[in-house]
């Protein structure tokens, strides 16, 4: 699979594809940050060194009935410049999310024509996370 379909359907851009895995009715995308890409969260600093990484898996769009999933190794870099120890940012979701920006935006467009009860149910996830996004 090329990244054409992560950039086109599902707003991914900036990651390597690793694989795919298909699993208890799961569709689960494994990607990569490539080393050049890395900067630090704080200043920006192109001048960075790995300190490892946070394994993180986000919710994405659905496949018809499948749900979907972003698999990423976030790596924690330390910078040179300023000198923090960091998460690099991630640009497809926020900041202590675990949903893609586009699974945000199908849940706020499903939310105005069925209740938060009903997303919640079609999409496989708790009231209050389609609550969370809604308010």
């Known amino acids: 699979m090329s990244t054409s379909l992560l950039c086109h359907g599902f707003g991914i851009r900036g990651y390597r594809y690793v694989k795919t895995a298909y699993e208890a009715g799961r569709v689960t ?3 990569r940050q490539e080393r050049g890409d890395l900067r630090c969260a704080a200043c920006g600093s192109r001048h960075v060194v790995r300190r490892g990484f946070q394994s993180r898996c986000f919710r994405s769009l659905p496949i018809g009935s499948r ?3 972003i ?3 976030v790596p924690r870099v330390g910078c040179a410049d300023c000198g ?3 998460q690099v ?3 497809f979701a926020d900041e202590r999310r675990t949903y893609t920006h586009a ?3 199908y849940v706020l467009g499903l939310s105005h024509y069925m209740t938060i009860r009903d997303v919640a149910e ?3 996830v708790g009231w209050d996370l389609v609550k969370g996004i809604d308010t």
Do not use: I, N, W, Y
Request: hydrophobic share 45%; no cysteine; aromatic share 10%.
């Open 29 to 31: 995308f494994t990607l």
């Open 67 to 69: 749900s979907v999933q």
């Open 103 to 105: 699974f945000e935006r």
């Open 71 to 73: 698999a990423l190794d």
């Open 89 to 91: 940012p991630v640009d």
């Open 122 to 124: 079609h999409l496989g």
């Open 84 to 86: 923090e120890v960091r």
